[in-house]
C-alpha cells in the first residue's frame, strides 16, 4: 500500500513563494511518474506539474515559469517550488502516484492573498 502526505501549504502574499513537499511511504517511487495537481473552491481538479521516473518534467501552461518540479528518490519525495504565487493560484494541492490504480494524498492548503 502506498501512502502519500503532502506538507508545505499555507498562506503567502502574491509574488512569494512556497515549497510543498509529498512524502511517500509503503513502496519505493523510483520507477514511477508522480504529479502534482491542485483543485480550486468550485472548480475540478486539474494537473499542475509531473516528472517521470527519469526526471523529465512537464508543466500546465498557467505555472510554466513559476513553478518546478523535482524529486528526490534517496528520500522518497517529490517537491513543488513555487514562485511569483498569484491569487489565482489558492487551491488545494494534492500529489498522485499512479501503479494500478492511482494514488493520491490528502492536499495541502495553499492561499495567496494580500
Known amino acids: 500500500q502506498i501512502r502519500l502526505v503532502e506538507s508545505g501549504g499555507g498562506l503567502v502574499q502574491p509574488g512569494g513563494s512556497l515549497r510543498l513537499t509529498c512524502a511517500a511511504s509503503?513502496?519505493?517511487?523510483?520507477?514511477?511518474?508522480m504529479d502534482w495537481h491542485r483543485q480550486a473552491p468550485g472548480k475540478e481538479r486539474e494537473v499542475v506539474a509531473s516528472?517521470?521516473?527519469?526526471?523529465?518534467?512537464n508543466y500546465a501552461d498557467f505555472v510554466k515559469g513559476r513553478f518546478t518540479i523535482s524529486r528526490d528518490n534517496t528520500k522518497n519525495t517529490m517537491y513543488l517550488q513555487m514562485n511569483m504565487l498569484k491569487p489565482e493560484d489558492t487551491a488545494v494541492y494534492y500529489c498522485?502516484?499512479?501503479?494500478?490504480?492511482?494514488?493520491w494524498g490528502q492536499g495541502t492548503e495553499v492561499t495567496v492573498s494580500s
Open positions: 498522485k502516484l499512479y501503479s494500478s490504480r492511482a494514488y
Open positions: 516528472i517521470t521516473a527519469g526526471g523529465s518534467t
Open positions: 509503503g513502496r519505493a517511487i523510483s520507477i514511477y511518474t
